[in-house]
């Protein structure tokens, strides 16, 4: 069944239509928001078309090391390795770019210091918590 909400959001009235999947269950009315609100720090972009399926992940580019692993925070696939195993880093350098819903995210080194494994490379397809890199 397809349903009607009005929705306010920073002093705009929207209309949205949604279809119900759960008969009878309601949300409960949001609490009103603080006059000045902090800007969001990335827009949130809709899913505008289904993903693609993803191909099966190819051989790791290089075995994982010692150090702080670092995640995907999402799906998507690698467009860009920015460094190589060995090479020295500075805290929020930037060391993959993930292509996720049409938007490049870049991956960033938590701390500064040596990256020790790359374990995915250009074009791979990865899942949210798939290790990326490696820095110690």
Do not use: C, H, W
Not at 93 to 99: K, N, T, Y
């Amino acid at each position: 069944m397809l349903r009607k909400f009005r929705v306010r959001l920073n002093d705009k009235e929207y209309m949205v239509e949604m279809e119900e999947l759960t008969p009878g269950f309601e949300a409960p009315a949001a609490q009103e928001a603080p006059a000045q609100a902090a800007p969001a720090s990335a827009p949130s972009q809709a899913p505008a078309e289904a993903a693609p399926e993803p191909s099966p992940a190819p051989a790791p580019a290089s075995q994982p090391g010692s150090g702080e692993e670092v995640t995907a925070p999402m799906p998507g696939t690698i467009l860009n390795v920015l460094v190589q195993p060995g090479e020295t880093v500075a805290e929020s350098q930037a060391v993959v770019v993930l292509d996720a819903m049409k938007m490049e995210n870049q991956i960033v080194a938590p701390k500064a210091g040596q990256v020790t494994s790359v374990l995915v490379k250009e074009g791979q397809t990865v899942d949210v918590g798939e290790t990326l890199f490696t820095v110690e």
